[in-house]
């Protein structure tokens, strides 16, 4: 992914923290909030407590990169650009690639269908990725 569509600044974070929409899934939590720039921003966090040590984090952080990154088509059928911030949640650990994938693409399809009343609030994702 393109340095310049990622999230780096604690700012930036805090900003889709205070200001998105929180979607909860079994493997990830996700905060979304409409972006000003012409492309999908993205953002990872997989924190020592939540996760563990950093073979761990990185293993997690991974997994989401790519899901986010398999799921292009499915986030350029989105009518508006986002910054994504995808929290990883431990039992991100215990599958395969496929699990959080579905799981990705069942929020952005939510996103899609509600072209989630982006304000502040949580969602709960009822994940079919078991």
């Known amino acids: 992914m393109p340095k ?11 900003r889709v923290y205070e200001h998105g929409t929180r979607l909860e899934g079994r493997f990830v939590t996700v905060f979304i909030l409409p972006s000003e720039t012409s492309f999908q921003r ?8 939540a996760i563990g040590n950093a073979v761990q984090r990185n293993r997690a952080k991974r997994l989401l990169r790519e899901s986010f990154r398999l799921s292009k088509l499915e986030l350029n059928e989105l009518d508006g650009k986002y910054d994504w911030v995808l ?3 431990r039992s991100l650990l215990r ?3 496929d699990k959080p994938l579905e799981e990705f693409r069942l929020i952005i399809e939510k996103v899609k269908n509600s072209e989630v009343k982006l304000n502040k609030g949580e969602e709960n994702v009822v994940s079919a990725a078991k």
């Open 87 to 89: 929290n990883a949640r």
């Open 4 to 14: 310049e569509n990622r999230l780096r600044k604690p700012s930036e974070f805090r």
């Open 95 to 97: 599958v395969k690639l």
């Open 42 to 49: 993205l953002g990872i966090t997989a924190s020592k407590k």
